[in-house]
Structure formats: C-alpha cells, structure tokens
T-cell receptor, first 113, second 113 residues
Framework: DAMVIQNPRYQVTQFGKPVTLSCSQT?????MYWYQQKSSQAPKLLFH???????NEADTPDNFQSRRPNTSFCFLDIRSPGLGDAAMYLC????????????FGPGTRLTVL | GENVEQHPSTLSVQEGDSAVIKCTYS??????FPWYKQELGKGPQLIID?????GEKKDQRIAVTLNKTAKHFSLHITETQPEDSAVYFC????????????FGKGTKLSVKP
C-alpha cells in the first residue's frame, strides 16, 4: 500500500563521502519533490521535477543534485556531505503542480560522521 | 515572497479538550492551504486542506477556517485524543506555482490523558 517509498530509512555517511538517497512512487504522479528537514524545523524545499523538467530552489547548495531516470524514481545525490547536511530528507509527489496534494514519504534520516 | 507565521509553537491540552492552531500568510495570491501532521520519525501526512473559494471545511473532529481578508487560517481539533499528539504544520501555496509549498514553523501538540 505504500505510495511514496524512501530507501534507506537511515543512512550514515562520512564527512565528504558521496551519498545517494532513493525515492520511488506508485502513484504515477508527474511531480516529485525533495525536502530537507532539520530538527524542530519545517521542511525546506530543495528542488523538484515536473516530469523531466528540473526546478532548483535558488538557495539550494550546489552540493545537492538530483536525478529522475523515469516517472517512478527520483534520487538525491549529496556530493560531499558536511556535518551541516545531517537532516531528515523527505521525498514528496503530486499529480501536478498548483493545488494538487503533496504526498510525503517516510523520510531518510542522514547522519554525517 | 510568501511568509507563513504559525502560533503557538507548543500547545498542551487535556484529552477531550479542543486545540486551535493559527497561521497567517503574507502573499494575497496564495490560495491553497494544507495542514500536515508529522509524528516522530515519520513524514508529514496531509490531514485537511482548504482552497480560497471556501471559508471553512470540516472532516470529523478536524476543521479548518480561512479568512482571506485578514490572511489567516486556523486548524481546529475537537475532542482531542492522545494519538493527536504530533507536530502540525500549516502551509500556503499559489496554485499557479509548481513547487513552492511554504510551511509554517510547526506546532508541537501534546494531548495529556
């Protein structure tokens, strides 16, 4: 029944070691989003894909990149994780943009040692 | 850009009492207002949303009111139960924009048995 799936749920990496987080969806939604959520804060949008069109938020660091090889999958790549990148990373999907509901996955908790 | 203020940051109520969380937004062009519930270690879950063409929406114990003139909207939970304990986020969005769901900073609700 899971609609937005994130793997792994917990990821530990070392300072500077590239890491990839995965998101998949069974909803066949056009839009996929990546959010960063730090402790006791609101989710912060990093970027999103509308179909194959990539939309980066202006303040998203270059260290963060994304790939969407097909409708179902989207990846978040962190090229050189720093201690400040430790956070919960949330994937979300929506049918379209606009007022369509965004459905969130369970998140991946990233720890940087 | 849009800014969403949310109050209070923490709220403690007795089981059975009502809880009210309030949000204000700055951009009069925003016209979609979802509320999310986030339990510890999980992704946000949509609990109710409202669009600017209505002033109130209700779903069992949960209701949302919207005052477009004053640019504020509120979440009302009646007959609270311990399982309502979570962090609640309000958000605002312009339906013509794709990605930008602007969140409030969240309210930690504790329902005491």
């Amino acid at each position: 029944d899971a609609m937005v799936i994130q793997n792994p749920r917990y990821q530990v990496t070392q300072f500077g070691k590239p890491v990839t987080l995965s998101c998949s969806q069974t909803l066949n939604h056009n839009v996929m989003y990546w959010y960063q959520q730090k402790s006791s804060q609101a989710p912060k949008l990093l970027f999103h894909y509308y179909d194959k069109d990539f939309n980066n938020e202006a303040d998203t660091p270059d260290n963060f990149q994304s790939r969407r090889p097909n409708t179902s999958f989207c990846f978040l790549d962190i090229r050189s994780p720093g201690l400040g990148d430790a956070a919960m990373y949330l994937c979300a999907t929506s049918r379209g943009g606009g007022a369509d509901t965004q459905y969130f996955g369970p998140g991946t908790r990233l720890t940087v040692l | 850009g849009e800014n969403v203020e949310q109050h209070p940051s923490t709220l403690s109520v007795q089981e059975g009492d009502s809880a009210v969380i309030k949000c204000t937004y700055s951009d009069s062009a925003s016209n979609y207002f979802p509320w999310y519930k986030q339990e510890l270690g999980k992704g946000p879950q949509l609990i109710i949303d409202i669009r600017s063409n209505v002033g109130e929406k209700k779903d069992q114990r949960i209701a949302v009111t919207l005052n477009k003139t004053a640019k504020h909207f509120s979440l009302h939970i009646t007959e609270t139960q311990p399982e309502d304990s979570a962090v609640y986020f309000c958000a605002a969005k312009k339906t013509r924009s794709q990605g930008n769901l602007i969140f409030g900073k969240g309210t930690k609700l504790s329902v005491k048995p």
